[in-house]
């Protein structure tokens, strides 16, 4: 099997060596890790063909990666998978006319931001982890990043895909028609489908409007309640371009591990980044008409605007370093976001007395990133069962923008009925009939 590999993408590109394989083989939560694996980097459309086409003929298992950049277990070889990695499939090329972008699945999403701008337009998805994710993994799970608000998920701004089937055919259709139903939108299909149907090589994105001049705010406000509230209020704002939330606790475990300076001068119960479209004072005057605002931080120039969002960015490598991470992205419909965020610490702290508990994202989708740390491995399956039911029973989503991955399989079925699942199976059987394509996300085998 090597033999043929390295046949096809030239033997410097399987690797092999533990050396080189080991930043390909533990995931940035430090939950999961596999002791050994192979990496096999194709340079293009053709050669991911080929690498398909001969592990399902030897029935062997392949894991498409990006930037391992994931969360929820599923971006490393866990299972004794080939992990083929994508980031040698490059290439980027506006198209201004059309306002969109061809990119190669390896390109970073700083990259797609970088070609954007370059002919004064932007990309719609943006995300803290932006210089190492790249458009294969954003496209594959989904991402939704910090500007969901205002442009939707990465499948709103997919408008054709290139990818390989598990057999090797080429699926192309990246023409940029966008009005075009002539038949399955697989694009739709493709996102976030977590590599399990196909593998991305190439896609086709919308770009949007440069973002004019804008200002950012954080606010502090009494409690996680009025936060959502104020949340959902701060979306009829004009212009309005991200909510961010999070609370004092990662607040001052961000200041700690980055070192940066007070942000308000009180602590407040809970804390609100906006960002809107227009000026400082614009953004002021809007400010005034959200419930149970206490203070605010306001910049509209780029250093100040980029020093406020720092305390919301920030917080993923800061809770990174309290060791192993418990990431349960979930969503809860903002009638039940602030019963979620009052009895959550509660809940944990009944089960681990010694964990913590860290909230912050997307409130005004209703997108909590629920981060435990300090939780020993035998109480983990509990901890995560008992968060996840109380999710569904709020009427939240278990898996946000993260996924379902390895992490969250068993408990799909808290949020996709037997018969939905039932219809999941029969497209992985119809796509991957020799159930090669990460056969261990999403479904199982
Ligand atoms: C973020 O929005 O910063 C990440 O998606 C959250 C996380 O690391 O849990
Ligand atoms: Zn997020």
């Not at 966008?178 to 090589?201: F, I, K, Q």
């Not at 993260?402 to 699942?421: P, V």
């Amino acid at each position: 099997m090597l033999d043929e590999l390295r046949g096809i993408v030239g033997p410097e590109h399987v690797l092999t060596e533990p050396d080189l394989v080991a930043g390909h083989l533990r995931d940035w939560t430090g939950r999961f890790a596999a002791e050994a694996g192979v990496v096999v980097r194709p340079a293009d459309t053709g050669q991911v063909s080929a690498v398909l086409a001969a592990c399902a003929a030897a029935g062997t298992a392949v894991l498409p990666q990006g930037g391992n950049t994931g969360l929820v277990g599923a971006s490393v070889p866990l299972h004794g998978e080939i992990v083929l990695h994508t980031g040698r499939l490059h290439g980027l090329e506006v198209d201004e006319v059309a306002g969109q972008l061809l990119a190669g699945a390896g390109e970073t999403i700083g990259a797609v931001h970088a070609a954007a701008a370059s002919a004064g337009l932007a990309y719609g998805v943006d995300l803290a982890s932006r210089d190492s994710c790249t458009v294969g993994g954003t496209v594959a799970t989904n991402a939704g990043g910090l500007r969901v608000l205002r442009h939707g998920d990465t499948r709103r701004q997919v408008i054709g895909v290139e990818a390989v089937l598990s057999d090797g055919s080429v699926l192309s259709h990246l023409g940029g028609l966008t009005r075009d139903n002539t038949g399955y939108h697989l694009p739709s299909l493709l996102a976030g489908s977590e590599g399990t149907l196909a593998v991305l090589t190439r896609v086709r994105l919308r770009l949007v409007p440069a973002p004019g001049p804008s200002a950012v705010a954080v606010l502090g406000l009494a409690s996680p309640a009025d936060a959502v509230v104020a949340a959902g209020f701060a979306r009829r704002i004009a212009g309005v371009s991200a909510v961010e939330f999070f609370l004092p606790a990662g607040l001052a475990l961000v200041r700690e591990v980055t070192g940066l300076g007070a942000v308000l001068p009180e602590e407040h119960g809970a804390y609100l980044l906006l960002e809107v479209d227009g000026s400082a004072e614009a953004l002021v005057q809007a400010c005034e008409d959200l419930p149970g605002v206490q203070d605010a931080a306001i910049a509209d120039d780029a250093p100040g605007r980029a020093a406020l969002w720092a305390y919301r960015e920030r917080h993923t490598e800061s809770i990174a370093t309290r060791g192993s991470v418990i990431k349960l992205d979930v969503t809860l419909p903002m009638a039940t976001a602030g019963e979620y965020l009052d009895r959550l610490p509660s809940v944990v702290a009944g089960l681990v007395p010694d964990a913590r508990v860290w909230l912050f994202g997307h409130l005004a989708d209703g997108n909590v990133h629920t981060n435990i740390t300090g939780v020993p491995a035998a109480d983990t399956h509990r901890l995560e069962d008992t968060v996840l039911r109380m999710v569904a029973d709020l009427g939240g989503s278990i898996a946000s923008e993260h996924g379902i991955g390895l992490a969250k399989r068993e408990w799909l079925g808290l949020g996709r009925s037997e018969a939905e699942i039932e219809a999941f199976r029969r497209i992985k059987w119809a796509l991957d009939p020799a159930g090669i394509l990460h056969p261990h996300a999403v479904l199982g085998p």
